[in-house]
C-alpha cells in the first residue's frame, strides 16, 4: 500500500506531542472516560464501525448489478438490436435484465442481512477502562468495538484486533502485525515514547510511529494500553481503503471454478452472433437482417441466471447452517471451497483433544519423582499468568497451579509456591515455546546489593535444555543433555504433554528482562500433563475420511506426543515431520512431502503457513482450522480459514468459517452443506447448458434447412425467461445423500464435456420434433405452417426443459429416484402448463404461434418418452458424481 508522505491522518495529528499533552487534549486520562462523556462522544463521533464492513444499500446495490458479466453481454446485446432497430429483441433483452438485476440484488441483499446479523453475533469487543462516575474506580470491561470513542483507553492483548487507532500508554514488549496496513508480515515493535515523536510537525509516515498503533494491525506479542485518538471514517486504515481496495486474496476454488465456467460461456456467447451471421450468409445469402435472430441465438445461450442461482445457493446452506448454531459462513463463496475441500490442516490441541490437561507425573533430572520440579512449575505459570495479561488463560498453566494448590492442601512438598513475589514475565507466543518468570525469592531484600532474582522458565525440553548449563547442580554436558532429550522423548511417545523446568538465580537489577537473559540455567525437571482425545474426535475423523477429506495436524506440540494423539483416535500417524525438516526444504520438495504426511510437529506459525501454501501448490483445497495468535498465517493462506468462536479476534476477523466450537463433527456437517450448493450450483449449469447447447445447434440446423427464421427472437426470449424462472428452483434442490461423498468442485473441462453429450442428445430430440412437425402440418399452407412450427418447437422445448430439470436435477441420484422436492415440482409443471397452453393463449398469435393439430401432440409424447429414457440411460452412465 503506498502512503503520501502528506497523508498525516486524524491518527497522527490527534496524537502529536507528548502522552501527557495527548491525553490533555482528548480530556481524557490513564483512568479512562466517565460512562456519560463516552455517550455523549458516541453521539458526536457517531459509532466506531469500520466503512468496508457497511453493507450496501439496495439502489446502490441494484445500480451495482448490471457490472456482472452476464448482465454485461446482455447489455451488449440489447444494444446491438437496439443499433439495428430491431426494438422487439431489444425490448426483451431489457426486461431479461431487469429481471436478473432484480433478483440478484433481492438475493444478494438478503443474504447480507443475514450476514449482518450473523457479524453482529460474532461482534468483536475491545477490553476498556471506563468509570460510572469521576470520582469512581476505573473498571475493565469488554465493549463491542463499534462503541469506542476518542479518549477511551483501551487495553491491549495477544491475539487482539488494534480496535481503532491508538497513542500508546503503555506496553510491554509489545509487538503488532500491521499486514492489512503495510503488506509487512514481520511483527513490529511499538513502544511508548513519552516525550512524543518530536518531529516539530512535519509531514511524517503515519505506520512510522512506534507509539502508535493502528486499526486492523493486531497484537502478535505482550501488552499494552493506549488511548483512542480516531475511530470511524477518521482512522488510518478507513483513509486508505479507497486506494488499497481492500485486501486482495489470491483466486479461490470458487473463483477459478465458477467464474472460470462464466468466463468461458462468455466467450462461447460473444462468438454465437457473428458464427450465426456467417452460416446465415454463406448457405443462405441472408444479410444483416439475421442480426436480431443472430442475437437471440447468443441470448439463449447465456445462462444469465447463474448469479441468481449461486447467490441463492450459496445464502440458503450459509442459512441452514446458521439455523442450527453452530456454523457461521462469514464469505458467502467460502461455502462453495469447504464443499470443496479435500485436504484440512488442524491443530491438536483442542481439536483432537480435550484442551483440559492434567498434571500426570513430575520428576527430577535423575529420573525420580521429584515434588519440588511441581513448585517451579507452579511459580513459572503463577505469575506468567498474573503478569502476562494473556487473552485467555493458558490451560497447561493452569492445570499446573490446579496440582500444586492440590499439593499444598495435601501439605505435600510441592505448595508453597506463592511465597515468590513476581517481577516480570516473558509468556510464551508465536514461534516461542517456552515463558520464563522473574521473580524475587521468598524473603530476600528488595532494595540491597545482596538482592537476587530468579528466574523461572518452563517450556519445550528442546528450547530449555539448550538453554541450561546444569542440571540439579551439576554441570550439564552434551552426553547429558542427549539423556535428558530422550526421556522427554519417551515421555512424549506416551501421550504426554511434556514441559522442561529450570531456573537461573541473578543478581537483582532494574533494566527489563529479555529471552537473552534465558540462558545457562540449572535445569530443575519435567513435569508432564496428560490431554484426553476429544470424545467426538475419532468418529469425526473417521467421517471425514469417508467424506474423502485427508486431514493433517499441525502442531507445536513434540513430535511424539502428537503421533500417540493421533494414534489413540485412529488416525494413522506415519513420519512426523519437524519445523526443522520444513525449514531445510525448498517449497517444491515440501509440496511432495506434505502429499504424503499426516503429522507435522513442533510446528511455529511459518511452518503451518508453508505446509498449507505447499498442499495449495500441489493441487488440493485446503481448509485450516484453528484457534490461536500462531494460526493466523496459515489460516490468511488457506482456501478456506476456520476459527472457533472462542479463537483470538485475529483469527476470527480473518476467518471465513466460524464454528461454535472446536468440533470437527460440526465441520463435517458444514463440508457437506457446501458440497450440497456446489451441487445445485452444478445442477443448474448442467441444466441450463444442455438446454442452452442443444437449442442453439437445432436453431441453427432448422435455420439452415427452413426458408424462414425456426423461432423468432421475441420467441427465443419469451422462452428464456420461462427457463430461467423455473431454473432458480434448482437452488432449492436436495441432493440425494451419496452426492456429498466426495469433495465436490465445479471441473470446467468435466462441465464441457457433460453439456456438449447432453446438448447434442437435446438437439437430436429437437430435430426429432422437427421430423414430427414435417408429418403433422403436411396439409398447412406456408404461412399457417410457419406460425405451427414455432408453437410445435415452442411446446417441444417447455416440455424437454421440464423433462431435463427431473432427470438431471442433482446427479446420477436423481436418476435412482428420491423425492423432487417441492419448488421444482412446481416449477417443472408450471413450464409444461405454458409450453402445452401459451400457444392456445391469446397471446400466442403475437408470437407468431397458432394451435396444433392433436396428431402433433400424440408424436411429441413418443419424442418426449424416447427422450426421457435416452436421457435417464446417459445419465445412469456418469460416474463422477462431485465433478460438474
Ligand atoms: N504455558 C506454557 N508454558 C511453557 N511452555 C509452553 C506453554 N504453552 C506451550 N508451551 C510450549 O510450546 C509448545 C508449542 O505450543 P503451541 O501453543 O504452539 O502448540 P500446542 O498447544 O502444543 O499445540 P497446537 O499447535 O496443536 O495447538 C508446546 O508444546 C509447549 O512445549
Known sequence: MAWAPEARTAAVRGADGTTLEVLRALESGPRGLVEEEAE???????????????????????????????????????????????????????????????????????????????????????????????????????????????????????????????????????????????????????????????????????????????????????????????????????????????????????????????????????????????????????????LPFAVAVAVGLTPEMLPVVVTTALARGAALLARDGEVIVRRLPALHDLGAVDVLCVDKTGTLTEDRPVLALCEGPDGRANPEVLRWAAVNALWTLHLSELPVPDALDEAILDAAEEAAGEGAPGGGFEEFEGLEALPCGPGRRLST??????????????????????????????????????????????????????????????????????????????????????FVGFVALSDAPAPTAAEALAVLARHGVDVKVLTGDHPGTAARVCRELGLAPGEVVTGERIDALADAELARLAARTTVFARCAPEHKARVVRALRAAGHTTGFLGDGVNDL?????????????????????????????????????????????????????????????????????????LPFLPMLPAQVLVQNLCFDAAQLALAFDRPAPGAHLRPALLRPRALLRFVTGFGLLNAVADLATFGVLALALRSM????????????????????????????????????????????????????????????????????????????????????????????????????????
Not at 102 to 107: D, E, F, H, I, Y
Request: hydrophobic content about 45%; glycine content about 10%.
Open 437 to 522: 518468570a522473574v521473580v524475587r525469592p521468598p524473603g530476600d531484600p528488595r532494595f540491597a546489593l545482596a538482592a537476587r532474582h530468579t528466574l523461572v522458565v518452563k517450556g519445550a525440553p528442546e528450547d530449555v535444555l539448550d538453554r541450561c548449563a546444569q542440571a540439579g547442580g551439576a554441570e550439564l554436558g552434551a552426553d547429558g543433555r542427549e539423556r535428558l532429550a530422550r526421556r522427554a522423548g519417551e515421555l512424549a511417545a506416551g501421550g504426554l504433554r511434556v514441559l522442561a523446568v529450570a531456573r537461573a538465580t541473578r543478581p537483582a537489577r532494574t533494566r527489563p528482562y529479555t529471552p537473552a537473559d534465558e540462558r545457562d540455567l540449572d
Open 40 to 290: 455523549e462522544r458516541l453521539v458526536r463521533h457517531g459509532e466506531n464501525t469500520f466503512p468496508g464492513r457497511r453493507p450496501d444499500s439496495w439502489p446502490r446495490r441494484f445500480a451495482r448489478s448490471p457490472r456482472d458479466p452476464f448482465t454485461a453481454v446482455l447489455l451488449v446485446l440489447g444494444l446491438v438490436s437496439a443499433a439495428v432497430a430491431a426494438w422487439g429483441t431489444a425490448c426483451v433483452i431489457a426486461v431479461l435484465v431487469l429481471v436478473s438485476c432484480v433478483l440478484r440484488t433481492t438475493g444478494e441483499h438478503r443474504a447480507d442481512r443475514s450476514a449482518a446479523a450473523l457479524r453482529d453475533l460474532l461482534a468483536t469487543t475491545a477490553t476498556v477502562r471506563r468509570r460510572a462516575t469521576a470520582a469512581s474506580p476505573p473498571l475493565t470491561r469488554e465493549l463491542p468495538v463499534d462503541q469506542l470513542v476518542p479518549g477511551d483507553v483501551v487495553l491491549l492483548a495477544p491475539g487482539d484486533v488494534v480496535p481503532a487507532d491508538l497513542r500508546l500508554l503503555r506496553t510491554t514488549a509489545l509487538t503488532v502485525h500491521e499486514a492489512t496496513l503495510t503488506g509487512e508480515s514481520a511483527p513490529v515493535e511499538k513502544f511508548v515514547d513519552a516525550d512524543g515523536p518530536g518531529d516539530g510537525g512535519s509531514p511524517v509516515l503515519p505506520l512510522g510511529h512506534p507509539h502508535l498503533c493502528f486499526q486492523g494491525s493486531s497484537v502478535v506479542s505482550g501488552n499494552g494500553s493506549g488511548v483512542v485518538v480516531a475511530t470511524g471514517a477518521r482512522t488510518v486504515l478507513s483513509g486508505a481503503l479507497p486506494r488499497a481496495g481492500g485486501r486482495s486474496r489470491p483466486p479461490s476454488p470458487f473463483d477459478r471454478s465458477v467464474n472460470g465456467i462464466a468466463w468461458t460461456l462468455i466467450r462461447f456467447t460473444l462468438l454465437t452472433a457473428p458464427l450465426v451471421l456467417i452460416v446465415s450468409a454463406l448457405l443462405r445469402g441472408r444479410g444483416l437482417e439475421t
Open 781 to 884: 399452407g406456408p404461412e399457417e405452417g410457419q406460425f405451427a412450427f414455432h408453437a410445435g418447437w415452442f411446446t417441444e422445448n417447455l416440455l424437454t426443459q421440464a423433462l431435463v430439470m427431473l432427470l438431471l436435477r442433482s446427479g446420477r441420484h436423481a436418476a435412482e429416484g428420491g423425492r423432487v422436492p417441492g419448488p421444482i415440482r412446481l416449477a417443472t409443471a408450471a413450464l409444461a402448463v405454458v409450453g402445452l397452453l401459451l400457444p392456445l393463449s391469446p397471446l400466442g398469435p403475437p408470437l407468431s404461434m397458432t394451435p396444433l393439430p392433436p396428431l402433433y401432440y400424440g408424436l411429441l409424447a413418443l419424442v418426449l418418452v424416447v427422450y426421457g429414457l435416452l436421457l435417464a440411460a446417459a445419465r445412469a452412465r456418469q460416474s463422477s458424481p462431485s465433478g460438474v
Open 633 to 705: 498465517a496459515a489460516t490468511v493462506a488457506a482456501d478456506v480459514g476456520i476459527c472457533p468462536r472462542d479463537g483470538v479476534d485475529v483469527v476470527r476477523e480473518a476467518a471465513d468459517v466460524v464454528l461454535a466450537s472446536k468440533d470437527l463433527t460440526a465441520l463435517d456437517r458444514a463440508i457437506v452443506a457446501g458440497r450440497r450448493s456446489t451441487g445445485n450450483i452444478a445442477a443448474y449449469l448442467r441444466i441450463a447448458l444442455s438446454s442452452n447447447v442443444g437449442n442453439v445447434i437445432a436453431m441453427l440446423v432448422a435455420g439452415l434447412l
